[in-house]
Structure formats: C-alpha cells, structure tokens
C-alpha cells in the first residue's frame, strides 16, 4: 500500500507541474510493471475479500499447555468455517519445541490464511511462532525478535545454549523465512548474535539484498556484490530485535497495523470477526495441571486404590482411584506433558500390582515392578522437556513435590486408618493369612447344621495366632476367628496371645511369652 500510495502521490506531482508527455508515459509504465510485480508476489497487498475472519489471542509464555490450548483453537477455527486466521501475538516467548511445533502448525495449515499480529511484542519462541504465518503485521511500536535459545542450569541460572544447540535452531527459522518469503539472514540473525548483516548492492543489475559475511564469502558470484552499510540492529553480540517499523522496512513483516480496524480495512472483512476465548476445558486443564492439584490428585487416588486393595471389589474406592488417575493422566494428555506411552506403562504397572495380589503369592518381582511402572509413568507425565529445551529441573522440582506432598499425605491416612480399625491397609495380604473376612463379633458359629451361641469376646481371654501377626492378622479363641492387632510387635503363627483390649472393632493381643 505504500508503494502504490507513493506512486500516485508522484504522478499527481509530476500533472501538477505540467510535466512532458515522456515522463508521464514513464511513470505510466513503471506503475503496470509495478503492478505485474505485484501479483507475482505471494505476500503482496492482499485484495481477496475474506468469508470468515477469526482472531486468537495467544499470551503469555509458550509450554506444551498452551501449544495445545492453540491447536484446540485452530480445530474450533476450521469448525467455523475461517479462511482468515489472525493470531494476535502478545508472548515473551518460551520453550524451543513448543514454539517450533506451533511454527510449523500454521506454516502447513491448508484451511486458511495465517496472519500473524503483534500488538505489543513476540520475542523469543515467539518470534519463531510469526514467522511460520503468511503475514506478519506490526503495531508501529510492537517488537520482534531476540530467540537466541537459553537453558536453566542446576544453580537456577539462565545461560546461553551451546553451539550445537543454536547451529540447528538456526538453520529451523532459515527454513521457515525461505518458506514464507522472508530475508533468510534476518531470521538468523534473532537467534545468532554473532552474526552481522550487511546491505549490499549487485553491481551490475543494481539489486540490493540483505546479507551476512559468510553470504559473501561463499556466493558464486560474490565479486559482483558491493557490500554496504551495517545494519546496525546486527551488530555483535546483540540478538536481532525490530520495532514494526523496522521490521517492515526491512521486510521481515508485511504490514503494519494499530488495531482490528486496519485488519479489517486490509482485508476487506464484511462480516464481524470471530475472537475466540478460553472455553471451560482450557480452564480445568489449567487447574489440574497445578502442582497442588496434582498432589492433591496423588493423595485421593492412593488412598482409594489402597482402600480398593484392602477390600476387593468395584466399590467406592476403586471408582474414586480410577477418577483420580483418570483426571490426571486426562489434563496431562490435552496439557501436551503426556502421551499414550505413560498411560500404557500406568496401566501396566496397575496390572502388575493386581496380579502381585490377586494371583502370585508374597510380595515380590511383580509387585515391585509395578510399583516402579506406575512412578515412572507418574513422572514422565509430570515433565515439559523435549529435545532442543533439554532437562528442566522445574519440571523436576514440580514433580518432587508433587510425590511427597503425595507421600506425606498417604502416611498420615494410613496411620490413621490403623489406630481407628487396627488394620494395615494392603499389606495385609502378603501376611499369608487366610483370604475369607471373619467377624470380629459373630453371635456364633455353625456346629452340626445348628447354630451354637459363642460367648463373647472379653479382656484377658487366650487364644493362638492362626497367620502371623504383622502386626495384624487373625487369631482363633475358643470357635471364634477374630482379626486382631499387636502392639507393635510380630507373632509367629501357632503362638498363644492374649487380649489386652478391645476398641470397637478393633482388638489388640500380645504375645504370651513377651515381656510385660
């Protein structure tokens, strides 16, 4: 529009001033080859009317939560039927994969045109995430750039990624600015510091191109090219970073625009445009992807599947345990932190444990194993890295505290199921004793096919330990098999014990021959 607003305003100038007839035909035919150029180019002053505009605000630091909050947005774009899809960028950037992946979504999207707004600054990841649009449009003020990729180290400190790391993140925006029609070396330049752009001019042609030492050292037909001025954004050490206007100057944006009325007037928008909001989803994802909820997650889902175990059966605590882990590993999955391979090895390790109990006697290989799949699968599900971020030790951290909040949790519940019922959830079924539930007061027993009344249970009677006493277990008095608890200490099966006292339920015995 600049052009074409420049053009005019110089022919009117040159009517004006009652120029010859030669220039005016000049002008003329600089305006047609002007306009030829123009519709060859891809990321030209659009002219198509749009059907569907719709706008998503994307804020904030980019993670897998909010990349897959993005493509939810984009499917519910589709859905509206858009052929105009403007993302209005406001993000000080974030993880390199996350930003990478979102990049690569909008540069292969086939639906809709992509255009890329930023109202006040896509710096970083953010950066990446523009340049993978059809168009970038700037405010005036609004910046662009500084990706140089960094990593938390174990101090908590922030540092530069090693060469390696920026070498490949290089030569990933270089492919996104060829695809989208963009100077190459500019792209480059956000992420590599030491890199130094240039203005250069071909001398025999006149065509002046943006390009960096290596670019000049290394054409084919670099003694044609007359290296110019710096440009100074590209001096050492610095990060590229561009306002909108520089940014359009130097052609890494499209266009510039304030608010949605220059969108709208750019593309000729007729119908209201579509702002998209956080639906209700995003909402609980958020939540439940909190450390504290998740903890709070690990608690109630490990006392319910311990208080499943203890009483077999689809009852109450195996439907609160499976809503549980289902609600985790659910939020985790559309969080983007998990994927089918952490639920699979849960699962596994689930079936493991039931197997350990239900079928293999003891405590052994499988019942560890299970344990051991079902934490990895917990903390796989917990952690944010992928190839280029690396290890983050905020995600690690989040996930050591999620566990002993966790742990703490799980203890103080069972140590307050065993002073109330006298029984150790679970791992009582590795104490050997039988599998069929006795009452602790049956009114008698069957003798002969009649009942015959027993007496009932009283401090100081005697009996003999049925299964050993770890520490609870069962014991026969008289016809009567009680579940039982010690003080603390083991008995071994056969051994006489005595009843101390009676809580309730709960009956606690001591060995015979142990110390008073």
Not at 393 to 412: K, M, N, Q
């Amino acid at each position: 529009m600049l052009q074409r607003y420049s053009l005019h305003y110089l022919s009117r100038h040159y009517l004006s001033r009652q120029t010859t007839v030669l220039p005016l035909m000049l002008w003329w035919l600089a305006g047609v080859t002007w306009g030829v150029n123009l519709a060859e180019t891809k990321a030209a002053d659009p002219v198509a009317q749009y059907q569907q505009a719709v706008l998503i605000r994307f804020e904030g630091t980019i993670l897998p939560f909010t990349e897959h909050v993005f493509y939810r947005h984009l499917e519910r774009a589709r859905a509206a039927g858009a052929d105009l899809v403007i993302v209005e960028i406001d993000s000080p950037g974030g993880l390199v994969d996350s930003s990478l992946a979102l990049a690569n979504r909008l540069l292969t999207l086939e639906d809709a045109r992509t255009v890329a707004y930023v109202r006040k600054q896509a710096i970083s990841g953010a950066a990446i995430m523009a340049l993978g649009c059809d168009e970038i449009l700037m405010d005036p003020e609004a910046l662009i750039g500084d990706a140089g990729p960094i990593f938390q180290d174990q101090d908590g400190m922030f540092r530069h990624a090693p060469e390696k790391i920026r070498s490949i993140l290089a030569a990933e925006v270089r492919k996104l600015a060829a695809a989208t029609d963009r100077p190459e070396v500019l792209a480059e330049a956000m992420v590599d510091a030491k890199l130094e752009i240039f203005q250069c001019t071909h001398r025999e042609s006149g065509e002046v191109r943006l390009m960096s030492t290596y670019d000049l050292e290394n054409q084919g037909d670099a003694a044609l090219w007359e290296q110019g001025p710096l440009v100074p954004e590209t001096r050492k050490d610095l990060f590229l970073t561009l306002n909108g206007r520089r940014a359009f100057e130097l052609k890494l944006s499209e266009g510039l625009a304030e608010d949605q009325i220059d969108l709208i007037d750019r593309y000729q928008l007729t119908a209201d445009i579509i702002v998209l909001e956080t639906s209700a989803v995003d909402v609980a994802i958020l939540i439940l992807n909190n450390s504290g909820v998740s903890g709070l997650l690990f608690v109630v889902g490990l006392v319910a599947l311990a208080i499943e175990l203890s009483a077999p059966g689809i009852s109450f605590g195996g439907l609160v345990a499976g809503l549980c882990f289902t609600l985790f590993f659910w939020s985790r999955f559309l969080g983007g932190t998990s994927g089918w391979l952490e639920v699979l090895l849960f699962a596994a390790g689930l079936l493991f444990l039931l197997a350990e109990i239900f079928v293999i006697p003891g405590f052994g290989i499988a019942g560890i194993s299970g344990l051991l799949l079902m934490v990895i699968a917990l903390v796989l599900a917990n952690q944010d890295y992928a190839a280029l971020d690396g290890f983050s030790w905020r995600s690690v951290t989040d996930s050591f505290w999620s566990f002993l909040t966790a742990g703490v949790g799980l203890v103080i519940v069972v140590v307050v199921f065993i002073r109330y019922t006298g029984r150790i959830p679970v791992l009582e079924r590795f104490s050997g004793e039988p599998s069929e539930p006795v009452a602790t007061e049956s009114a008698g027993v069957l003798i002969g096919g009649s009942e015959v009344a027993l007496a009932p249970l009283e401090v100081g009677l005697c009996g003999m330990a049925i299964s050993p006493l770890r520490p609870s277990g069962k014991i026969i008095v008289g016809e009567r098999a009680v579940d039982v608890v010690t003080e603390g200490d083991f008995v071994d099966s056969g051994r006489e014990v005595r009843i101390l006292k009676i809580e309730g339920n709960r009956v606690v015995v001591r060995g015979m021959d142990a110390p008073q």
